[in-house]
């Protein structure tokens, strides 16, 4: 977690997002520190989901600040906060159907950025030995679990200084999630921060340094997974089912 002393790489302050009438985000506000793991968690409909798209641009935000370094990117199109070192893994996926993986890790390649860790193909294919096998297969034809772990590397690809990933095992077979994990768990030790959104709280809670709880659009806990599993009314009160 972030000391008083620590100048975090990431600053979300008082975020609002409506979609059309409806007040989505309601002042929501956190930091993450580089290389930090931060999970997002809450039941649905809490606002998980929408804060990342938010902070990538793809929702509006209608009030807030999203400073990256200081810098202020509420409301620059996607393509901007991406240029400036924030990447993003949508729950959707998104791959390039008609393209083979080759092709869509060649589509998420940028340059290199100062202060973050670079990534090559090679070292993609390392973290899941699955894409190498099908470089040249078209990704419409990918499992879902091989379109999400090719949606992480060409992600990567764009040397980012902090990536978003939402749901990352949603759907997923019980050796892909662990395979996944421990991926998040490298990226993170390389030096990139992680923004996760997680339904699964074992894994949040095993992997992230940081936990922020949601509910109806605010953040209502901050703090470690440790303070969190020690608080049996807040997990009563805002994730059980």
Not at 79 to 101: D, K, Q
Not at 157 to 175: H, S, V
Not at 183 to 194: E, L, P, S
Request: overall charge neutral; some cysteine; aromatic content about 4%.
């Amino acid at each position: 977690m972030n000391t008083p002393e620590t100048t975090p790489l990431l600053s979300v302050r008082d975020l609002h997002a409506h979609y059309g009438k409806s007040h989505i985000l309601q002042g929501v506000s956190f930091d993450v520190g580089a290389s930090e793991i931060v999970s997002l968690l809450g039941r649905n409909g809490s606002g998980r989901s929408t804060t990342v798209k938010a902070i990538m641009g793809l929702v509006q935000p209608t009030g807030g600040q999203v400073l990256l370094d200081g810098h202020n990117l509420a409301g620059k199109p996607s393509y901007a906060i991406s240029r400036a070192g924030i990447a993003y893994v949508p729950e959707e996926r998104e791959v390039f159907g008609n393209l083979t993986v080759d092709e869509n890790l060649a589509m998420g390649t940028q340059h290199i950025r100062s202060g973050a860790a670079t990534w090559t193909v090679e070292q993609m294919f390392d973290y899941f030995p699955r894409l190498k096998e099908r470089r040249n297969t078209q990704a419409s034809n990918l499992s879902g679990g091989e379109q999400q772990m090719l949606t992480i590397c060409r992600s990567l690809l764009g040397n980012p200084r902090i990536i978003m990933i939402d749901e990352p095992t949603e759907g997923l077979a019980p050796k892909i999630v662990t395979v996944v994990g421990e991926a998040i768990q490298d990226i993170h030790r390389r030096g990139v921060a992680v923004i996760l959104v997680e339904q699964k709280l074992t894994i949040a809670l095993k992997i992230s340094s940081q936990v922020c709880l949601l509910g109806h659009g605010h953040i209502v806990f901050t703090g470690t997974p440790h303070e969190l599993t020690g608080n049996p009314k807040m997990l009563k009160d805002w994730l059980a089912v």
